[in-house]
């Protein structure tokens, strides 16, 4: 029996790798990429407590989650959960055995608190004010493979959204010299109901390995990192089947169909496709997309040289400009293979609710969300949104787009 499902969002966190789509850059062919000590930015959807009290696998986790969720353009607390992990908190492990090596035996509150296994997803649900379903699994290093198994499962089950969210970070000495994992590596991702990948259990067989060599010493080096092959064919665009280790011995089957368009692009990439140049071209990357929507990175809009900032800030009037190329966008990834871009013009927007006065101040960077609704060859009708980093709804409405149309001058 075979699971299919689409992958709507990721979260990226590695060696090297900060994040998706700058990953996904490295990843691709030739894309550069080089070994570097994993930094875990401090995750702002905890609370000040919290994160003190957080150990290096429930930010990790909680800072991937975001990530896929935003790429997503789906609310947090709508996705059901799947936290997989082969080590939890090895940090908090060790201390607690530290503690019952002594005398007293006294263990904090804290400590123990953290130290079951479901502590990242107890972070997150609590952080979205989640009431969905979260499942917390382990499988040593079948973990990632066991995972998105059981979000695929899910997923094809409900006819409804999952998050899947992997994380692994190394033991201190001596556990480490027992369970050697080399760096921290966390990965999420926002599955739903589609064709992109099919997933099916069989015989063992071998696990597909990393095309280069470095990223392959990471793969074998963490279970989390077990997703990188799929990344590695996510990024390079490339269809074909790959195999995870699964649950019980058993090799997990991945059958990934890839369009020929990139899944992400960088700022460069995306002026290249849309009729705006320069500072311009107000989209830092593209995160996803697909027949029917896309979603977008804009970072710029706190810039005090914004080419539409005024005396009073930058208007939320200007989300739909934003929202206008990625339209653009959208369009120009759906073209034939090797079409130039054409240009074309915004010809209304309706049903605009502007819930903030401003964009600058908002907490960066925007997620920019259109839908296309109806329309053909020559116009289009899409629905856009923008949100902050928060998550929070700044700027909604409708446009009518005219496509592939040149402007001639009267």
């Known amino acids: 029996m075979k699971l299919a499902v689409d992958i709507l969002g990721i979260g990226l ?95 904090s509150p804290t400590r123990f ?68 994992l080399t760096d921290v590596f966390g990965v999420a991702f926002v599955l739903a109901p589609g064709t992109a990948l099919d997933l099916s259990l069989d015989a063992e067989s071998a696990a597909t390995a990393c095309t280069e060599a470095g990223l392959e010493q990471v793969r074998v080096g963490n279970p989390a990192a077990r997703a990188l092959p799929l990344l590695q064919a996510l990024a390079q665009r490339r269809s074909g089947r790959l195999v995870i280790e699964g649950p019980g011995g058993l090799a997990l089957q991945v059958e990934a169909v890839v369009t020929h368009e990139p899944a992400t692009l960088d700022h460069a990439g995306i002026a290249a496709r849309i009729p705006h140049s320069g500072r311009m071209c107000l ?28 005396a009073d800030g930058l208007l939320a009037a200007n989300a739909i400009e934003y929202a206008a190329q990625a339209m653009a966008l959208h369009a120009a990834l759906n073209a034939a293979p090797g079409s130039e871009p054409k240009p074309g ?16 101040d908002a907490p960066g960077p925007l997620l920019v969300h259109a839908t296309r609704q109806a329309g053909g060859d020559s116009q289009a009708i899409y629905r856009f949104a923008l949100h902050d980093a928060a998550g929070r709804l700044l700027v909604d409405g409708r446009a009518t787009v005219v496509l592939n149309t040149p402007l001639v001058a009267s």
């Not at 997309?289 to 080419?307: K, L, S, V, Y």
Request: contains cysteine.
């Open 113 to 180: 608190t953290n130290s079951v296994h479901n502590a990242p997803a107890g972070y997150w649900h609590i952080a979205t004010q989640s009431m969905q379903p979260s499942t917390s699994l382990c499988a040593h290093d079948a973990s990632f493979g066991t995972g998105l198994l059981e979000a695929a499962v899910q997923c094809v089950h409900t006819q409804a959204p999952v998050l899947l969210v992997a994380c692994d970070v190394p033991y201190p000495e001596p556990l480490h010299g027992v369970r050697a």
């Open 13 to 107: 966190l590695g060696p090297g790798l900060a994040d998706w789509p700058s990953g996904a850059l490295l990843l691709s062919e030739g894309g550069g990429w080089c070994h570097a000590p994993t930094l875990v930015p401090v995750p702002l959807r905890l609370p000040a407590t919290e994160r003190r009290r957080a150990g290096a696998v429930v930010k990790t986790a909680i800072v991937v989650a975001d990530q896929a969720c935003v790429a997503a353009g789906i609310a947090p607390a709508t996705l059901p959960t799947v936290f997989s992990s082969s080590t939890g908190e090895p940090a908090n492990c060790h201390a607690l055995c530290e503690a019952l090596a002594t005398p007293d035996r006294l263990v």
């Open 345 to 360: 013009f915004l010809a209304a927007a309706r049903q605009v609710r502007l819930l903030v006065p401003r964009l600058d």
């Open 283 to 310: 989209l830092d990357a593209l995160l996803g997309w697909n027949a029917d929507e896309i979603r977008c990175r804009a970072g710029n809009h706190a810039d005090a040289e914004h080419p539409l900032r005024c």
